[in-house]
């Protein structure tokens, strides 16, 4: 078997899983709380619970993974956390009431953070070391068609259809997701007994080599929760509602479009090649939508942050597994996307906090050298850490 090879037949899996399972997981962020108070009459503070317990499961369960890898073995973990993601999102066909949605909503968001760290584990380790970058970007590249496509059927099954439907749908690609993921070959790695015969210990759940890199996609991930969670308000305010109804087509698209590319571009140059003008592009784009006077100017700022941010997180992510413990790959994944959710997390309860004094063009002008700044901390750790602008 050629070692370099990249489309194997269990990264194909990986991927093709991973893509089926974002699908529930992006579908229910605007459909939930829709149904909370439209279905179940419920307050506005129940239908922003819904999505924030999801958030708060995810934080806590996901740093939890590679310790349940240490104890059952992946492919145990794999199997059993996609299956109960699939069960997660049956439950939803037996709710009447908003507590039980809450509930079904914690539990949902602990088996989605474990099966989904643990499948991008196994992606990194199946792509060859000198096609990292490459092997990333296509992986994160499918979590973001995922989160393009859910919302849109979501949003349309329930306008058409009813909820239910919604519900059906979902658990339905779950478990097609689950049965994908039935076929994946997992190797399991001596070394992840380890931490199980030593007993806990906190650097099991977090790996310490990966947290610059995933410090900096949390500042970033402040900075696009502001993107996605106001950009909507902010377009209707201008009178550019019709330009809101794109922004987000738009900004998925050259996300995905991005991966397609910066990949190989890291494996080829190394990561400074990405890096840099992910970081730039994304401040641009900040820039502009803080000066957004037309629909156009909506749209370059959209296509702007896609491009940056669909390069960013692969990059961020390479790099971090690159300077850690190749049998920690588990560990390392579950810190990059805790701090990934964390900065998404935060990043809307903060700006939100401050639009009340900037308002929404001051919001993203004042993002934009935030985010510039975010360049100088990447300058620090590359004259800190071993060559990272060098390939693999």
Not at 216 to 236: D, E, K, P, Q, R
Not at 257 to 266: E, H, I, N, V
Not at 322 to 334: D, E, G, N, Y
Request: glycine residues 8%; charged residues 10%; hydrophobic residues 55%.
């Amino acid at each position: 078997m050629n070692n370099e090879a990249l489309w194997t037949k269990p990264y194909t899996l990986t991927l093709l899983a991973s893509f089926l399972i974002f699908i529930p997981y992006s579908l229910y962020l605007p459909v939930l709380p829709v149904y909370v108070l439209d279905e179940l009459h419920g307050s506005l503070a129940a239908a922003g619970m819904v999505n924030a317990v999801f958030l708060l499961a995810s934080v806590l369960f996901r740093a939890q993974t590679s310790r349940f890898e240490s104890i059952f073995g992946v492919r145990t973990v794999l199997l059993a956390s996609g299956f109960l993601f699939m069960f997660s999102n049956c439950l939803f066909l037996l709710t009447d009431a908003t507590a039980l949605v809450l509930l079904i909503r914690f539990f949902s968001g602990a088996c989605f953070a474990i099966v989904n760290t643990c499948i991008n584990a196994i992606g990194s380790r199946l792509a060859p070391l000198k096609r990292k970058g490459e092997g990333l970007g296509y992986l994160t590249m499918v979590v973001t068609a995922g989160n393009a496509i859910g919302p849109y059927i979501g949003l349309n099954l329930a306008k058409s259809f009813g909820f239910s439907r919604v519900f059906i749908f979902s658990a339905a690609i779950s478990l097609a997701g689950f049965l994908i993921a039935l076929m994946i070959d997992v190797q399991e790695e001596p070394s992840t007994k380890q931490s199980a015969v030593r007993g806990f210990a906190l650097r099991d759940l977090f790996e310490a080599q990966a947290m610059p890199a995933s410090g900096m996609v949390l500042l970033l991930s402040v900075a696009n929760a502001a993107v996605i969670t106001f950009v909507t308000v902010y377009a209707n305010s201008l009178r550019l509602s019709a330009a809101a109804a794109y922004f987000f087509v738009v900004m998925a698209t050259c996300s995905v479009g991005s991966r397609l590319f910066t990949g190989r571009l890291y494996d080829r140059f190394g990561a400074n090649v990405v890096i840099y003008p992910a970081i730039a592009l994304m401040a641009l784009g900040l820039l502009i939508l803080g000066h957004a006077g037309s629909s156009l100017h909506m749209l370059m700022a959209a296509s702007l942050i896609g491009l940056a941010y669909g390069a960013a997180v692969p990059g961020f992510l390479t790099l971090a597994i690159q300077h850690s413990p190749a049998h920690r790959t588990s560990a390392v994944t579950a810190t990059y996307f805790t701090f990934l959710d964390i900065g998404l997390g935060t990043g809307s309860c903060l700006v939100g906090a401050c639009i009340a004094f900037t308002g929404y063009s001051g919001l993203y002008l004042l993002l934009s050298p935030f985010v510039l700044a975010i360049m100088f901390l990447y300058y620090r750790l590359s004259r800190t850490r071993n060559n990272p602008a060098l390939p693999a």
